[in-house]
Structures are given as structure tokens and as C-alpha cells.
């Protein structure tokens, strides 16, 4: 057996135990200053007589009082049950931001009692499509692209990624900018870009961000619309009507009920109607929403379709136009003296999903009446790669399009886009 070199190391943690111990203990050092002074005949006086410490809040307070402070009784939650104050045995329906139907667009068409005229926009629409062009107009949206979708700041986490064939294999998380982030930015710099070059010839606008809507509806039973415009453009100046009357049938989605796939919900408040639009700019002139693949869901986790993000566009077409009627008529109006029109915009940062609406009628599907309007596009992609290879910032197959169909929403309504 082989013995090991002998290192003369120190124990370093028990030396420095030892010092902690001898130094524990501090004694007060004679300075003479009170056998000085008191030669001199110089008054001492004890500092504690002038100066006092302060006296904290808790300790104003009685002994028992901060006992019971501190092991009283805890207020427990409320429960999700029919003791809660807001519990009504009969559900609601609700829509939230995260559902789509499971019919898509057929289903939000039988729901919102409307119907699709043509195919594209409004021929309005398509005229003015080419009608204006902003000096160096794709150079200034690819700076816009670069700075919203590559360049911010903000990295966090990304969503976990996922392989269907390879449920288990793990990916390395991605750092990057959030889809919300991504959308916010992009959408409310090309609303930027085109307030700078033609705003002198538009009608004052409003743009605000993360507007919640509560519209109550009855249709044969408590429905709720919650949804939230991400970014809302608000006009002094209502849209003008798309079309004059409006004929079309409803499409038959039997045996399923058009309100198929809501949420029930047994706590709420009935009747509950929120809407902010109010004052001077109380007519809403375009939606930007946001679609994000981690919250936009399946009730039944089947991949959301095309059909089911443009059914997304109507519901919440329809959610808002409801609201802004309701705001300027009344909560009980249901024929429209004069018809509500709005602009959609759906995107992820990149693809873009244009739609318009108009609004007739409050009146469900049951009763044969006035129908209501929608127009749409088909998803148009703004890029095809955005993102870094090797370090260097890629740009790929830009499609000016895009901001064409955004410019034209935009001018829609103004002087230069008047009907």
C-alpha cells in the first residue's frame, strides 16, 4: 500500500470559526473624555434624555391587537360553487378570445345572422386599392418588418416547440420577441407610417391598445361576447355602409346548434355590458386583432383551421359593431336606424387576414329579417422568412400587398377614400 504525500493545507473554516468567536465580544474602550471635561468643568449630559429612537407603527399598536393581526382568522377565497354571490343555475355562453367555433365561418355566420355578398371586399374598396402610393412605400415597410419582427430589445422565452411525430423529443427553448409583442409593434407602426403620409387629408383618428368588450346577447339563452381588440382605430367620422340590402341564406350546419363550443360559465353577472367607446371618437374605424397559436385553441385540442380564424374575424367583428351600436343607440336597440361599419384586421406578424362588416340588425338567426354583411380576403403571407441566419438579418419574399390592402383600409372613409 502506497501512502499519499503528506500537504500541510489549513483548515480554513475552522480558523475562520475561531476568529468569528474571538471577535464576537466587543469591550467599550476608556477614552477620558468625562474625566477631561469634568476638569474643566464642562457639563455632560447623557444623550439619551435628548435624543429618542422613534417609535414604529406596530408598536403604537395594543399587544393583543397585533396578535390577532397576525393569527387571526384568514379570509378564505370564495368558491367556485353555488355559495358564490354571482351564481346562476342557468349558464352563459361565453366567447372569449381563446375560442373559435368548431364550425369556423359557417357557424359565425349562422350566429351573427349574416351573410357574405361577394366574394373579396366591398367594390368600394377594390377601387381605392391602387388609388394612393406612399413615396418609397416598401422601402419604409421592410424597415418596419426588420425593426418589429428581428431588431426589438424585448427576447423572453418563446413557446415550447412541438413535433406530432416525435411527441417526446424535447427542443432547445428559443429566445425571441412574443407574438403579441411582434403584432403590437408591426401594426401600430404601419397605422404610424400611415398617419405621417397622408394624415393630412384623412379625418382625425384615434389608436388605443388592449380594449375589452362584455357584449350580452340573448339567443334563446344567456350568451356573453368577451373579447379584446389588441389595437382599436377610432374615427370622429362614421364609416360609410358597404351595400344598400343585403340578400343572401344563412348556411345549414344542422345537426349542430350555432352555439356550439362556448364556455359555459354559471358565475357572472347578467346583462354585464362594458364598452369604452365613448366621447367625441365613438365610431370604431378599424380592429387590429392578434392571433397567437398558444392561445387561440380547440375546445376539443383538434389543430385550429383556416375556416375557424375566419369565423375568429366575424365573431369579433360582430362583438364590437354590437358594442358601438349599443353605446350610441341604446342597450335595447335592435333595428339600426342607419347601419354600423367596421374594418378587421387579423394577423400573427405574418400573415394578415383583411374582412369587413356591417351591421343591420341586433336579431338572431331565428327571426327572417335584415341580415347583416361580411367581406374578406383569403390569408395573405407579408414574408415568407423573417429572422436570422448565420448572424445576418433575412428578409424573403416580400409581398407588398399586404400594405396595399392596409393603406386602403386605412384611407377608406377619409376625403380622398369617400364613396
Same mark, same amino acid.
Given at each position: 500500500?502506497?501512502?499519499?504525500?503528506?500537504?500541510?493545507?489549513?483548515?480554513?473554516?475552522?480558523?475562520?470559526?475561531?476568529?468569528?468567536?474571538?471577535?464576537?465580544?466587543?469591550?467599550?474602550?476608556?477614552?477620558?473624555?468625562?474625566?477631561?471635561?469634568?476638569?474643566?468643568?464642562?457639563?455632560?449630559?447623557?444623550?439619551?434624555?435628548?435624543?429618542?429612537?422613534?417609535?414604529?407603527?406596530?408598536?403604537?399598536?395594543?399587544?393583543?391587537?397585533?396578535?390577532?393581526?397576525?393569527?387571526?382568522?384568514?379570509?378564505?377565497?370564495?368558491?367556485?360553487?353555488?355559495?358564490?354571490?354571482?351564481?346562476?343555475?342557468?349558464?352563459?355562453?361565453?366567447?372569449?378570445?381563446?375560442?373559435?367555433?368548431?364550425?369556423?365561418?359557417?357557424?359565425?355566420?349562422?350566429?351573427?345572422?349574416?351573410?357574405?355578398?361577394?366574394?373579396?371586399?366591398?367594390?368600394?374598396?377594390?377601387?381605392?386599392?391602387?388609388?394612393?402610393?406612399?413615396?418609397?412605400?416598401?422601402?419604409?415597410?421592410?424597415?418596419? !418588418?426588420?425593426?418589429?419582427?428581428?431588431?426589438? +430589445?424585448?427576447? *423572453? &422565452?418563446?413557446?415550447? @416547440? #412541438? =413535433?406530432?411525430?416525435?411527441?417526446?423529443?424535447?427542443?432547445?427553448?428559443?429566445?425571441?420577441?412574443?407574438?403579441?409583442?411582434?403584432?403590437?409593434?408591426?401594426?401600430?407602426?404601419?397605422?404610424?407610417?400611415?398617419?405621417?403620409?397622408?394624415?393630412?387629408?384623412?379625418?382625425?383618428?384615434?389608436?388605443?391598445?388592449?380594449?375589452?368588450?362584455?357584449?350580452?346577447?340573448?339567443?334563446?339563452?344567456?350568451?356573453?361576447?368577451?373579447?379584446?381588440?389588441?389595437?382599436?382605430?377610432?374615427?370622429?367620422?362614421?364609416?360609410?355602409?358597404?351595400?344598400?340590402?343585403?340578400?343572401?341564406?344563412?348556411?345549414? !350546419?344542422?345537426?349542430?346548434?350555432?352555439?356550439? +363550443?362556448?364556455? *359555459? &360559465?354559471?358565475?357572472? @353577472? #347578467? =346583462?354585464?355590458?362594458?364598452?369604452?367607446?365613448?366621447?367625441?371618437?365613438?365610431?370604431?374605424?378599424?380592429?387590429?386583432?392578434?392571433?397567437?397559436?398558444?392561445?387561440?385553441?380547440?375546445?376539443?385540442?383538434?389543430?385550429?383551421?383556416?375556416?375557424?380564424?375566419?369565423?375568429?374575424?366575424?365573431?369579433?367583428?360582430?362583438?364590437?359593431?354590437?358594442?358601438?351600436?349599443?353605446?350610441?343607440?341604446?342597450?335595447?336597440?335592435?333595428?339600426?336606424?342607419?347601419?354600423?361599419?367596421?374594418?378587421?384586421?387579423?394577423?400573427?406578424?405574418?400573415?394578415?387576414?383583411?374582412?369587413?362588416?356591417?351591421?343591420?340588425?341586433?336579431?338572431?338567426?331565428?327571426?327572417?329579417?335584415?341580415?347583416?354583411?361580411?367581406?374578406?380576403?383569403?390569408?395573405?403571407?407579408?414574408?415568407?422568412?423573417?429572422?436570422?441566419?448565420?448572424?445576418?438579418?433575412?428578409?424573403?419574399?416580400?409581398?407588398?400587398?399586404?400594405?396595399?390592402?392596409?393603406?386602403?383600409?386605412?384611407?377608406?372613409?377619409?376625403?380622398?377614400?369617400?364613396?
Amino acid at each position: 500500500m502506497r501512502f499519499t504525500q503528506v500537504l500541510y493545507k489549513q483548515d480554513i473554516g475552522r480558523l475562520i470559526k475561531w476568529q468569528w468567536r474571538a471577535q464576537r465580544k466587543k469591550s467599550l474602550i476608556e477614552t477620558n473624555a468625562y474625566k477631561i471635561l469634568a476638569s474643566k468643568n464642562i457639563p455632560v449630559i447623557d444623550a439619551t434624555t435628548i435624543l429618542r429612537e422613534p417609535i414604529l407603527e406596530a408598536q403604537k399598536q395594543d399587544v393583543q391587537q397585533i396578535l390577532n393581526n397576525i393569527v387571526g382568522p384568514c379570509k378564505l377565497p370564495q368558491k367556485n360553487d353555488d355559495t358564490h354571490p354571482l351564481w346562476n343555475d342557468e349558464p352563459c355562453l361565453v366567447f372569449s378570445d381563446h375560442n373559435v367555433l368548431v364550425q369556423g365561418l359557417d357557424q359565425a355566420k349562422v350566429f351573427t345572422n349574416s351573410v357574405e355578398p361577394s366574394s373579396g371586399l366591398p367594390q368600394h374598396l377594390q377601387d381605392l386599392f391602387e388609388a394612393y402610393k406612399i413615396p418609397n412605400q416598401d422601402d419604409h415597410v421592410k424597415r418596419i !418588418i426588420n425593426a418589429s419582427v428581428m431588431y426589438d +430589445s424585448i427576447q *423572453e &422565452k418563446l413557446p415550447i @416547440k #412541438k =413535433d406530432k411525430e416525435r411527441p417526446a423529443w424535447n427542443f432547445p427553448r428559443d429566445y425571441g420577441i412574443p407574438t403579441k409583442r411582434r403584432v403590437h409593434l408591426l401594426a401600430s407602426r404601419l397605422v404610424q407610417l400611415c398617419d405621417s403620409s397622408v394624415g393630412s387629408m384623412c379625418s382625425k383618428k384615434l389608436l388605443t391598445k388592449d380594449v375589452f368588450f362584455k357584449v350580452p346577447l340573448q339567443r334563446n339563452s344567456n350568451v356573453s361576447l368577451d373579447i379584446r381588440a389588441d389595437l382599436l382605430l377610432l374615427s370622429d367620422n362614421p364609416l360609410s355602409p358597404f351595400i344598400e340590402n343585403v340578400l343572401g341564406k344563412l348556411p345549414d !350546419i344542422y345537426p349542430l346548434d350555432y352555439k356550439v +363550443s362556448l364556455d *359555459e &360559465k354559471n358565475i357572472y @353577472k #347578467k =346583462d354585464e355590458f362594458v364598452s369604452p367607446i365613448s366621447g367625441k371618437y365613438n365610431n370604431v374605424h378599424t380592429v387590429i386583432i392578434n392571433y397567437d397559436e398558444t392561445e387561440v385553441k380547440n375546445l376539443y385540442e383538434t389543430p385550429v383551421k383556416e375556416s375557424q380564424i375566419f369565423g375568429r374575424s366575424l365573431m369579433k367583428c360582430y362583438a364590437i359593431a354590437v358594442a358601438n351600436a349599443k353605446s350610441k343607440f341604446g342597450d335595447t336597440i335592435e333595428n339600426l336606424s342607419e347601419p354600423i361599419s367596421l374594418q378587421c384586421i387579423q394577423t400573427n406578424a405574418h400573415w394578415f387576414h383583411f374582412s369587413t362588416f356591417q351591421l343591420n340588425t341586433l336579431c338572431g338567426p331565428e327571426e327572417n329579417g335584415k341580415r347583416n354583411a361580411f367581406w374578406q380576403t383569403p390569408l395573405i403571407n407579408l414574408y415568407s422568412k423573417c429572422c436570422y441566419e448565420e448572424g445576418i438579418p433575412v428578409l424573403k419574399d416580400y409581398n407588398p400587398d399586404v400594405f396595399k390592402h392596409f393603406l386602403t383600409f386605412y384611407m377608406n372613409g377619409t376625403e380622398y377614400g369617400a364613396n
